[in-house]
């Protein structure tokens, strides 16, 4: 059976820094890629980081590039992301997704890639 848990969400001031990690069980994870969604009240689910496969290879949204780094550890099956600089704007509701299993080692950027989901950790950043 499939399990993805985030952890390490919580509030935080303007400025500050978290690290969210994702503890994957269930499947292969090294055919898997990864990657960190969000979603905001009222707002549409977006991707906000993402690595493929063997970690060679990520993607981040504009609005994060710079502040968030994405990061997997084949050997404990898990991944993290650390969050610098936070801003009021990335508070959400912080999402682990698995997709695959994928040949390519490419990195996937819409919710229709990936088939397992943990149930999210809250970010609340203060002003």
């Known amino acids: 059976q499939v399990h993805l848990v985030e952890t390490g969400g919580g509030l935080v001031q303007a400025g500050g820094s978290l690290r969210l990690s994702c503890a994957a069980s269930?499947?292969?994870?090294?055919?898997?890629?990864m990657a960190w969604f969000r979603q905001a009240p009222g707002k549409e689910r977006e991707v906000v980081a993402a690595?493929?496969?063997?970690?060679?290879?990520?993607y981040y949204s504009p609005s994060v590039k710079g502040r968030f780094t994405i990061s997997r550890d084949s050997g404990k099956n898990t991944m993290d992301l650390d969050m610098n600089n936070l801003k009021s704007e990335d508070t959400a509701d912080y999402f682990c997704?698995?997709?695959?299993?994928?040949?390519?080692?490419?990195?996937?950027?819409?919710?229709?890639?990936?088939?397992?989901w943990g149930l999210g950790t809250q970010v609340t950043v203060s002003p």
């Open positions: 269930g499947f292969a994870f090294d055919y898997y890629a």
């Open positions: 997704a698995a997709g695959g299993p994928y040949y390519r080692d490419e990195n996937y950027i819409t919710p229709f890639d990936y088939d397992y």
């Open positions: 690595i493929s496969r063997s970690g060679g290879s990520t």
